[in-house]
């Protein structure tokens, strides 16, 4: 499922309702951004601060969806002591160690009273966050830093038909000039035997469009029906006679679009909550 099939989902139960509201592509972007940061949030908050009273299933947030956003970095001093610049993806850190161990996490005030210590012990290192920095009591020359970072922002792009259909450019695709219009297309170059492909390229061979998953040399004579270096995408084109709003006329332009950056078995819950999110939420903001 991607964001195109999202769209269709949470339009298509938008339009059930009553009220008859439903989302213009961009309007879909923005809510896609905030209902994804809120889950994000909601989860962080969640793991942080469990809820004390017992929830209702339907109530329990699920923390798991974080296992998408965790990641782990190395860090070197910024100066000849303590500071360390966090990622510039950051959100919320979960956990930092050093040559001896884990680092406690601590607030500015536990921070400040536990290094100011007489009884402060050097092998017991501790750390706070401060602003965009990360600060140790002890000076390290590298520390790993487990955090949470920002989710991607999904970009929902779009041609569309002569019947004003709205039609989804998944990533990696583009309009190639057909006529006066355009086709929305997976690929444009045809596969050549004995030809380097670096990983990431596209290629059409019988009808279908394939991408490089892994590099192949030129002396590769084996084509990616059977070539487990190439990943089938599907047909070549997407849709014909189509055009685009921005830029109009220009041809090659290539999809803008970025997928939800949440985990592919929470699809379907996502389309319910971008529902409940525009009759909860929008309703007045986003009615045509």
């Not at 955090?147 to 792009?157: A, K, M, N, T």
Request: hydrophobic share 35%; proline share 5%.
């Amino acid at each position: 499922m991607n964001l195109g099939d999202i769209y269709s989902g949470i339009n298509y139960l938008i339009s059930k309702d009553v009220s008859g509201y439903s989302f213009t592509p961009d309007q879909f972007t923005l809510v896609c951004n905030m209902v994804q940061k809120a889950i994000y949030l909601e989860a962080l908050e969640a793991k942080i601060n469990p809820p004390t009273a017992q929830k209702e299933a339907s109530d329990i947030v699920d923390i798991s969806i974080l296992d998408q956003i965790i990641t782990t970095t190395i860090l070197g001093a910024t100066n000849p002591t303590t500071l360390y610049a966090l990622p510039a993806n950051f959100l919320q850190q979960d956990s930092v160690s050093d040559s001896f161990g884990v680092v406690e996490l601590l607030n500015s005030t536990a921070f400040n009273e536990k290094s100011k210590s007489p009884f402060f012990e050097a092998t017991k290192n501790c750390a706070k966050v401060e602003g965009t920095q990360l600060i140790l009591a002890v000076p390290k020359t590298l520390i790993s830093l487990t955090y949470y970072r920002l989710p991607i922002e999904p970009v929902f792009d779009y041609c569309y038909t002569t019947s004003s259909v709205i039609v989804y450019m998944e990533p990696g695709s583009f309009l190639k000039t057909s006529g006066s219009l355009f086709d929305l297309v997976r690929a444009k170059t045809a596969y050549a035997n004995s030809t380097a492909y670096s990983a990431g390229i596209r290629v059409t061979y019988s009808g279908l469009a394939y991408e490089v998953n892994t590099a192949v040399l030129n002396t590769n004579t084996d084509p990616p029906l059977t070539n487990p270096s190439f990943t089938s995408l599907g047909n070549i084109t997407i849709a014909t006679d189509v055009n685009h709003i921005n830029p109009a006329g220009v041809n090659d332009y290539i999809s803008q679009s970025k997928e939800l950056d949440v985990p592919s078995h929470y699809h379907e819950k996502f389309i319910r909550k971008g529902y409940e999110y525009a009759m909860t939420s929008l309703s007045k903001n986003i009615a045509q």
